[in-house]
Nanobody, 120 residues
């Protein structure tokens, strides 16, 4: 069983910051590309940021310059530092990863996510 558990969400005022964490656990051989996604009410889930095992990153245009993705390979954890948050960033944030489990490359199962609400 592989689990991805997100944490760090909350209520923040516009212009504020939050740092999300996502820890992967279970019988994982390796974590390849890891990513943060979000889903706002009534909208489709979208990729916010991704990071490869080598540290290369890419971001959605809407968060470039405000969000930073990073990872700690020793802890099987990915982070999302979110600065200058805007009300449009309000969503449930999820992480996921392309991983190798028992020799097979798979896309992880979605966790519960963590709610981020940006409001004054």
């Amino acid at each position: 069983q592989v689990q991805l558990v997100e944490s760090g969400g909350g209520l923040v005022q516009p212009g504020g910051s939050l740092r999300l964490s996502c820890a992967a656990s279970g019988r994982i051989d390796s974590l390849n590309t890891m990513g943060w996604y979000r889903q706002a009410p009534g909208k489709q889930r979208e990729l916010v940021a991704a990071i490869t095992s080598g540290g290369s990153t890419n971001y959605a245009d809407s968060v470039k310059g405000r969000f930073t993705i990073s990872r700690d390979n020793a802890k099987n954890t990915v982070y999302l530092q979110m600065n200058n948050l805007k009300p449009v960033d309000t969503a449930v944030y999820y992480c996921n990863a392309i991983m190798t489990v028992r020799g097979t490359v798979v896309f992880g199962s979605w966790g519960q996510g963590t709610q981020v609400t940006v409001s004054s």
